[in-house]
Nanobody, 114 residues
């Protein structure tokens, strides 16, 4: 199982980023996927999740209306579109698959700062 995140970077408040997570080593379309984030000094928190077929999604209250999770099962990729970014969104963002005992990507840094 391999999960590789990309798309992070430095963005000004109010800006947008789209994170991608490319999956391999398992049947991607059979599994729900999640995005987590971890800010410095804080615990890792669930940001969003999406069902295996992509129809059912969840986003945590702090990002609701700003972040959208989606997936392309033909490309084995899950996305996190992040709009109206705030400084408090600064964190390392991780992709997660509930496979085996749980599989994580290496993370991608998102920094929101002027």
């Amino acid at each position: 199982v391999q999960l590789v995140e990309s798309g992070g970077g430095l963005v000004q408040p109010g800006g947008s980023l789209r994170l991608s997570c490319a999956a391999s080593g398992f049947t991607f379309s059979n599994y729900a996927m999640r995005w987590y984030r971890q800010a410095p000094g804080k615990e890792r928190e669930l940001v969003a999740r999406i069902a295996s077929a992509g129809g059912k999604t969840y986003t945590t209250d702090s990002v609701k209306g700003r972040f959208t999770i989606s997936r392309d099962n033909a490309k084995n990729t899950v996305y996190l579109q992040m709009n109206s970014l705030k400084p408090e969104d600064t964190a390392v963002y991780y992709c997660y698959a509930a496979i085996d005992s749980g599989s994580w990507g290496q993370g991608t840094q998102v920094t929101v700062s002027s």
